[in-house]
């Protein structure tokens, strides 16, 4: 199994997993609309809660359950994604529970001391996030100020990690405190963002479930009590009912 490809990280990139049956991968290309390329074929199995690491080009996520691979044990799997959407499953994380429930659909990795740390959240309203050393596949409880419903994904950006919420709110986690800001965008956004990431530019990417639709939105002032949030564009895009994205940051030059 390879990283992703050097040619395909000398631009930030955005990647899209999709579908349950089992998930495709796919870079997001966009222009007046956005095409997902696919990366190769399915993976072979179901994941969500996907994130990048820079430290070794690969993209990691939680192993969900399907219609023909069954079990609680799968819902707490960490699995590893290289080129060609290949994937390899590197076992049950310690101390990450089994999801019988609920789904972990919620990733995003840390920066600097925190870039091989996986932040996973599952598919639920609660107040744990998840530190999942990808290095020793352990995790860790971080217990949040508040309970966080369902935001479908999270994103890392500016020392915290980003949730649009369908109900008009981001929910912004210090993941180092577990405090937890309760921020109305003001935006004309709505629905479910199973796939969230952050552009090259530094703004934020919102894929809806149900229709495709992808947002660009800018953030002043991240640390603030209010930041102030822009829309900065809305293109039509592939719809899905498992979405989830990350991004490649771009190589140094």
Do not use: C
Request: glycine share 12%; net charge negative; aromatic share 10%.
């Amino acid at each position: 199994l390879r990283a992703v490809g050097v040619d395909l990280l000398d631009q930030p990139k955005v990647f899209v997993a999709q579908d349950l049956a089992p998930t495709t991968l796919y870079i997001a290309e966009q222009g007046s609309t956005v095409v997902f390329v696919s990366q190769g074929g399915t993976g072979g199995f179901a994941y969500n809660a996907m994130g990048f690491n820079t430290n070794d080009n690969y993209l990691y996520g939680i192993r969900r359950p399907t219609a023909t691979q069954t079990g609680s044990n799968l819902n707490n799997q960490l699995v590893r994604i290289g080129e060609g959407g290949v994937v390899t499953t590197l076992g049950q994380v310690t101390n990450l529970p089994p999801g019988t429930t609920y789904g972990f659909n919620q990733g995003s990795f840390g920066v600097g001391a925190t870039s091989d740390i996986l932040y996973v959240r599952q598919a639920t309203t609660n107040d744990d996030l998840w530190a999942v050393d990808v290095n020793t596949v352990t995790a860790e409880r971080i217990d949040l100020s508040s309970s966080v419903p369902n935001v479908s994904d999270l994103t890392y950006a500016s020392g915290y990690l980003w949730g649009f919420h369908d109900n008009n709110r981001v929910y912004r986690i210090d993941p180092v405190s577990g405090q937890v800001s309760v921020i109305a965008h003001g935006l004309p956004l709505g629905n479910v963002f199973g796939a969230q990431w952050l552009f090259g530019n530094g703004n934020f990417g919102l894929s809806q479930n149900n229709n495709g639709r992808v947002f660009q939105v800018a953030v002043a002032n991240p640390s603030a009590v209010l930041p102030t949030f822009t829309l900065i564009s809305s293109v039509p895009g592939p719809a899905s009912n498992n979405n989830d994205g990350t991004t490649s940051p771009g190589l140094p030059v």
